[in-house]
């Protein structure tokens, strides 16, 4: 094998998955050189030593070892490849609060992509047959259905565990209107998130809202309410051409401040919601989002979340404290402390 083989990353993961596209446009924006294996049924030897088998699957070059979790994946490239073009913004603040929009992204803007691809007749019958066709290639007709069938059904089952019901539908179709409608007004090919260069959590929320604008109902809502979000998306496929500076503190345009509001006024609350109730030993918690109400079964991961959030914040120097209390108020703050 030639050195330069040797440099080469393998991110093996689905075109149907938020967080396998997610990983893809990082890494194209990093410059980081990989290959793109499409996981499917004829290599799935390659992930056998593997559990959980979650996607994106990160195999270092140097020793061929398997790394999943898209979040820990960006942290541990910073750490590889410390020169240049990092996804952090520079200051504390900052770095906390694109941490917060992705974490945001990658826990609750995932109940909208679950929502509308579980939801609607043709999502469900789309989806299914795309996420078919990629796992086997050589499928009769016959086998793709019953895959096809088979995956939507498991999909559907499992809609009542991410909160993805009838009843919190109107909580979480406001909440995917309400971040087109933020973006739509504010984004463009050299404006993201946090700079003139795109952060960690234009990525997550890249992830999430390019595979909405894929699904046939969202895309259809996305087209119709915020056509420049849809392109600014298509854009952020691959800006590896992309050249640009953080934002000085006290610069961060409207559409960043809504969604750290979003993140303070409606993921937070419901993080600590679920931790209350798990640590009650609940299996159920019901929370009022955005003035609606919402209620779910306990998960065990956004424990975590919630804790890593907390940690990220009780080491900010008391500067940058300040200034993420003044953008997420004092209930986000109460949450945190």
Excluded at 41 to 68: F, Y
Aim: aromatic share 10%; charged share 25%; net charge negative.
């Amino acid at each position: 094998m030639s050195g330069q083989a040797q440099d080469r990353y393998t991110l093996i993961g689905g075109n149907a998955s938020p967080y396998s596209l997610k990983m893809r446009s990082h890494m194209h924006y990093r410059r980081l050189p990989y290959n793109w294996i499409l996981r499917s049924e004829a290599n799935d030897h390659l992930l056998a030593v593997l559990r959980p088998v979650l996607v994106p699957v990160l195999k270092l070059p140097e020793d061929g070892s398997l790394h999943i979790d898209s979040t820990r994946l960006i942290y541990m490239l910073e750490e590889r490849h410390p020169d240049g073009r990092s996804v952090i913004p520079d200051h504390p603040a900052h770095a906390f609060l694109a941490h917060l929009v992705e974490d945001m992204a990658d826990e609750w803007v995932t109940k909208m992509m679950f929502h509308y691809r579980w939801t609607y007749d043709a999502d469900i019958h789309y989806a299914s047959r795309w996420i078919a066709d990629d796992r086997s290639s050589d499928a009769t007709d016959e086998e793709r259905e019953k895959f096809a069938q088979y995956f939507a059904d498991r999909q559907i089952g499992r809609m009542p565990l991410v909160g993805c019901t009838p009843e919190n539908a109107p909580v979480i179709e406001a909440g995917f209107r309400h971040i087109l409608a933020l973006l739509h007004a504010d984004v463009g090919q050299y404006k993201y998130l946090f700079g003139t260069r795109p952060s960690i959590a234009d990525f997550g929320l890249y992830g999430q809202l390019r595979t909405l604008s894929i699904d046939p109902t969202p895309m259809s809502i996305m087209r119709k309410e915020a056509q420049r979000a849809e392109s600014w998306l298509r854009q952020l496929d691959d800006a590896s051409g992309i050249e640009g500076d953080w934002y000085a503190v006290g610069d961060l345009p409207p559409m960043t401040k809504g969604l750290i509001t979003c993140s303070a006024e409606v993921y937070l609350p419901f993080l600590a919601a679920n931790a209350a109730a798990v640590e009650n030993g609940e299996e159920t918690f019901s929370v009022e989002l955005d003035g609606r109400a919402y209620s779910q079964g306990v998960f065990r991961y956004q424990v975590k979340c919630l804790g890593e959030l907390k940690a990220r914040y009780k080491a900010l120097p008391e500067e940058a404290k300040d200034i993420v209390g003044d953008l997420i108020g004092e209930a986000g703050v109460k949450i945190l402390s």
